[in-house]
């Protein structure tokens, strides 16, 4: 195959291919070529709303999962502290039985573990998306603009019309979706009859 590469008026570099030397030649340009050809494959590989869901499930349960075992971390590491502690059972602690003031330092240490989770998770799910993680984090936008704007107003809820799902983070698919839609159009029915 031979080719070769001419300047042509506009000042785009033209190559010329010959296949077979003398039968065929081809004129394309490169910045056509290549634009074209990088537009095709981000077509083909743009994230459905599918994906979305997927994707998002799988963030929901990395963080879930780095929240229990960083809870999980921190009451080991207080218990570590707290066991070697010398305890007079006769005196209290800020003005409590010592035995309530370290199991409340435990589910403390526990509870601040939990909430350090979604730190850890959210780098863990970056490093295993850094391919999707941009067309993710647009598709991400949209579907929170989406949400804010279909959103029901929640001043006018009551015990017998309950606000559906306010943040939509139980909306885990299309069809969850369009249900949630179907119940937020049915809170807006109900609280235009009862006022």
Not at 127 to 155: C, G, H, Q, Y
Not at 159 to 169: A, H, I, K, L, R
Request: proline fraction near 4%; include cysteine; glycine fraction near 8%.
């Amino acid at each position: 195959m031979i080719t070769q590469c001419a300047k042509s008026v506009c000042g785009r570099k033209l190559v010329v291919v010959s296949r077979v030397p003398g039968t065929f030649f081809g004129l394309r340009s490169l910045a056509t070529s290549t634009s074209s050809s990088n537009g095709g494959s981000t077509n083909l590989n743009a994230l459905t709303w599918t994906d979305f869901f997927q994707m998002r499930k799988q963030q929901r349960r990395i963080n879930v999962g780095s929240s229990i075992f960083t809870a999980f971390l921190g009451c080991n590491a207080s218990w570590a502290y707290l066991s070697t502690m010398e305890i007079d059972p006769t005196q209290t602690i800020l003005g409590f039985d010592p035995l309530v003031v370290i199991s409340g330092a435990l589910a403390a240490s526990g509870a601040l573990g939990y909430l350090f989770g979604p730190l850890i998770g959210s780098q863990i799910f970056t490093l295993s998306n850094k391919k999707k993680l941009p067309e993710f984090d647009a598709k991400n936008k949209e579907f929170l603009r989406k949400i804010s704007t279909n959103r029901v107003d929640a001043s006018s809820q009551s015990f017998s019309n309950p606000v559906p799902d306010y943040y939509g983070e139980k909306i885990g698919s299309i069809g969850e979706y369009r249900q949630w839609l179907r119940d937020c159009h049915a809170y807006r029915r109900k609280a235009k009859e009862f006022l």
